[in-house]
């Protein structure tokens, strides 16, 4: 229950908290006396640090009315254990993503960790390249974990390419400019819908892109995986991407993002704010770590546009721009790079 209760304060932005405040942090109902023998160990461990200026209570053990949050000595002994496993685990595996996450994701995986450490330990690392059950189920005796969870840990402790893995995600959907195969820099242009994608393609050709690929949604945060398989093109690569300007196509850009720097095609996404916005999509979830990534690639005016429009919660699917537009757009643009990034 006190880890819980550590944790939930971690998660508190503000440095300083009220008595008010902490009580609704706490894991669950309880008496005062328990709640307040909380509150004092973490005074005691001086987690929680008294703001003299505003007093105590009258209650009895008595609290003070604000504190202010040690978010340092929280975290001391989380990582104080990381330090030790750093010296407990083969040096391939790399912990540093650890500090910047909280200890409920640590206790988590460190059950697996301590597997990989012996498989390494034992056999070094895999020389052959297998299918990701086989290598799950090597490594932790789970032949389902890398599908479920483990590619992600494997990417946190930086083992994936190391683990000579092929990945289990559907196979990328993509059309390929045979005109511009044995170039030394490759464009790839991603679009979310089928629509786009079948607008787009009779004019791939006249374009300086090497390929056009149909994202098919959430779906090529994970099938993206399979690009350098599918594409063993030797060369610099650099991806652009448009979706819908609303909270899901800017969610599955990020989630895209994560795992193969992708840049937003402003040509498109530009053109569609000159559009009539249109209404109806109430069911999304706003994600505001994505909106300030993506938002980092437009200027100021379209930052602002683009902040407006899902405040009132309007939105711009990819069909607004019709087929004759898209096609002009990608085969007269010249310029792709952001310059905001």
Known sequence: MKEIFKENLLSF???????????????????????????????????????HSKGRNNRNPSLAYHYRINKHQLNRDYHKQLQSYRL????????????????????????YLEKIN?????????????????????????EKWI?????????????????????VSDPLMFAIHPGRVHEQNHSHLIVENKTTYQALLPVL????????IY???????KSIENFHHQYPVHGKHTFFYFGDIDQSGI??????????????????YEACLTKKEAYGKTNQR???????????????????????LLKKGAYYPQEVLKTEELQNIWCTTKEWNSNYS
């Open 147 to 167: 599908e479920e969870k483990g590619s992600e840990v494997l990417q946190r402790i930086k083992l994936w390419d190391k683990m000579n893995i092929f990945p």
């Open 251 to 268: 969610t599955i850009w990020h989630l895209l993002y994560q795992r193969q720097p992708v840049i937003p095609a402003h040509p498109f």
């Open 286 to 308: 706003p994600n505001d770590i994505a909106l300030t990534k993506f938002l980092g690639f437009f200027s100021e005016q379209n930052q602002f546009q683009i902040r407006e």
């Open 13 to 51: 932005r503000r440095k300083t908290i009220t008595i008010d405040e902490l009580e609704s942090l706490s894991p669950e109902k309880q008496t005062y006396e328990t709640f307040a023998s909380y509150v004092l160990q973490f005074e005691n461990e001086n987690i929680l640090q008294m703001i």
């Open 215 to 221: 994202g098919a949604g959430y779906k090529i945060a």
């Open 88 to 111: 407990k685990f083969h040096h391939f595996i790399d912990l540093d993503a650890y500090f910047k996450l909280s200890e409920q994701i640590w206790l988590a995986d460190v059950p």
């Open 118 to 142: 012996k498989y390494i330990e034992t056999y070094g690392l895999p020389i052959k390249k297998v299918p990701a059950p086989e290598r799950s189920f090597e490594l932790v005796g789970n």
């Open 205 to 212: 050709t006249n374009t300086e892109f090497s390929t056009l």
